[in-house]
């Protein structure tokens, strides 16, 4: 008996001895906090599994607007931070919460709103004059309002249209939400819509909602990535974390996030390095 139950120890003790290496590696994990957009327009899903699967390294996504995805970053419970607000993400850098910025990627912002378009916008490409003549008409306006980049977007365009807009207007409605829930507000109400194109193009419950105003250069919505601050948090995963920045802005992980389309319609365009 105790020589079966030894034999069986050294056989579970080999299986274990064996298994760790695999074990490891299956644990190589990184945090990344990022905005609602890479998640919702499906980018993620596209492109996490191919890094997975040359890398080993798993990566497990937060996703909210860009602000809260900035102060993750700041408490030090996220690797990397993955977001599109230049001016908050330069400022994230200068506060020493992350020693370097990359650009990774752009696409637009584009403006939505109802066939009806009460406010008489469509088809134009002007975002300020849009802006003022959805103010003049009092029209309904769905608004994220959760320090997200899409929202940070939109105040700037309220403001340079000469515009103060507050949640006390009966016309415009701030959600609190993420990308995809805003959309799904807008089509229920029929409201005009601020919206990344790479989330707008994987909605599905568009109802009324067309586009009806995109081009103006004002809507140009950059990406970057930083790797947070290892001398300010210790626990960060800084060689995984640079892993996955490095690739990325490679050649290989640009022409993955260039490849995913919806439709045959390419949602983001890689501009690392340029």
């Known amino acids: 008996m105790k020589k079966l139950l030894s034999t069986l120890f050294s056989s579970i003790l080999i299986a274990a001895t064996l298994a760790s290496p695999i074990a490891l590696a299956q644990e190589k994990s990184i945090v990344v906090s990022s ?65 370097k910025r990359y650009e990774v990627m752009y696409n637009d912002f584009i403006l939505i709103g109802p066939k009806s378009d009460p406010a008489k916008i469509g088809g134009g490409k002007d975002i300020q004059a849009a802006f003022q003549k959805i103010s003049a008409a009092q029209a309904p306006f769905i608004s994220r309002g959760d320090k997200s980049g899409t929202n940070a977007a939109e105040l700037r365009y309220w403001k340079d249209a000469g515009i103060a807009v507050t949640p006390n207007q009966s016309w415009y409605k701030e959600t609190g939400s993420g990308m995809g829930p805003a959309l ?35 809507l140009f919505n950059q990406y970057g990535v930083m790797l947070v601050n290892p001398a300010k ?18 050649k290989g992980g640009q022409d993955v996030i260039a490849s995913y389309k919806i439709d045959g319609e390419q949602l983001f365009f890689p501009n690392a390095g340029k």
């Open 35 to 99: 905005t609602t957009s890479t998640e919702q327009s499906g980018l993620f899903g596209y492109i996490l599994p191919i890094f997975k699967m040359k890398s080993g390294i798993d990566v497990k996504v937060v996703a909210v607007g860009t602000g809260q995805a900035l102060d993750i970053g700041r408490r030090g419970d996220a690797d990397v931070v993955f977001v599109h607000d230049k001016p908050a993400e330069e400022i994230f850098v200068k506060e020493g919460y992350s020693t």
């Open 184 to 218: 799904n507000t807008a089509s229920a109400m029929n409201g005009y819509i601020l919206a990344d194109r790479g989330t707008w193009l994987s909605f599905k419950n568009r109802g009324d909602l067309v586009i009806l105003v995109q081009g103006d250069p004002k």
């Open 233 to 250: 948090f210790p626990n960060v995963k800084k060689v995984e974390g640079q892993a996955f920045i490095d690739w990325l802005i490679s």
